[in-house]
């Protein structure tokens, strides 16, 4: 049995190495520190993000797993993702979830970081890197519109529209200051056809001139429009381009807005649950025909709405108890 390699005598005996020595202990100690050392490396906080490779303008889920340590729980937590915070909710014990927004333009990586505070002043930081694929080229949807759609603006109505960016934008910085006040999945704001998806280009006349960052919906003017989630009516106003809008802040950093209403149905500051009428169909604004555009924020960041409708009910706690892990946290400036 001497050439058979199968054949090893057991040895009871490990030779540990320590800089200048060499130490001989029992295998049964040996496998007792092994263990020490696993359990060590396992009592770190983690940081995970699904999908790892989201599409541009994806809604991102976040799940960060930090046991307490000793006794030494966490008493906050801070995070950041594409310039954007990150608003962590107590999900199982030691567990907490957020989402987070991919930029429509973001190539190459992205990364999510993440500083929890502990009761004894230590500070840990995680983070966690998405690969973002190459931008694709837009689907073309092909449009014939009167040629003054493809004009360029003048520099009034530029400005107008300058102006009424940034107030759209204003919505989503300030809905990060109220923790999400819904507590079930979001709906689709009418069940009728998509005729227009998130991300597609649109070619007026043979030109390519823009990327479509809503979802439009079939309607003839009139036809109700509905909250996709509990919110407060932020914005009810008359765009230049979205013609008439609705913009609900639904806290934790999201917005979404309901644009060509023939009527709104709401005024700023009322609160709306879900599935309630806040509109009707229209065709006001720059638009070739009566639907409905549906978009959506996170913080400043436009991001394809169906996603919203894609997290589930499960995805955040219907009760969500007002503790520091889960109060929410204002702009961060955790580095990238």
Not at 216 to 222: I, L
Not at 312 to 330: E, L, M
């Amino acid at each position: 049995m001497c050439g058979d390699d199968s054949y090893r005598p057991v040895s009871f005996f490990h030779i540990l190495r320590i800089p200048g020595h060499f130490v001989k202990i029992s295998t049964s100690t040996f496998a007792i520190l092994a263990l020490f050392s696993s359990a060590l490396g396992a009592q770190g906080a983690r940081l995970s993000v699904v999908p790892a490779r989201p599409d541009p303008g994806a809604i991102v889920r976040l799940t960060l797993s930090a046991p307490t340590l000793h006794s030494d729980s966490i008493v906050s937590i801070r995070g950041a993702m594409a310039g954007e915070p990150l608003h962590f909710i107590p999900s199982i014990a030691g567990t907490w979830r957020a989402i987070g927004a991919v930029p429509v333009d973001a190539e190459g990586g992205l990364v999510a970081s993440v500083i929890l505070q502990r009761v004894s002043g230590k500070t840990e930081t995680v983070r966690a890197r998405l690969a973002l694929p190459k931008l694709p080229p837009p689907v073309a949807q092909p449009l014939a519109v009167d040629s003054a759609f493809t004009r360029p603006l003048d520099s009034a109505t530029a400005a107008r529209v300058a102006r009424e960016n940034a107030r759209a934008r204003e919505v989503g910085l300030r809905a990060h200051d109220s923790p999400p006040m819904w507590s079930a999945s979001f709906l689709r704001p009418r069940a009728s056809v998509i005729t227009s998806e998130f991300g597609s280009g649109r070619l007026f006349n043979g030109r390519m001139t823009s990327r479509h960052l809503g979802v439009d919906f079939r309607g003839a003017v009139g036809e109700p429009v509905r909250a996709a989630n509990r919110g407060v009516v932020a914005l009810v106003d008359s765009f230049f381009l979205a013609g008439n809008v609705v913009y609900i802040d639904h806290g934790g950093g999201v917005v979404t807005a309901y644009f060509h209403l023939s009527k709104p149905l709401v005024a700023a500051g009322d609160t709306v649950t879900r599935g309630q009428r806040i509109g009707l169909v229209g065709a006001t604004g720059r638009v070739t025909g009566p639907h409905l555009h549906w978009a959506a924020r996170y913080g400043t960041i436009t991001v394809n709405p169906l996603d919203l409708v894609a997290l589930g009910r499960k995805w955040y706690p219907t009760s969500q108890p007002a503790t520091a892990q889960s109060a929410t946290i204002r702009r961060s400036k955790a580095s990238n």
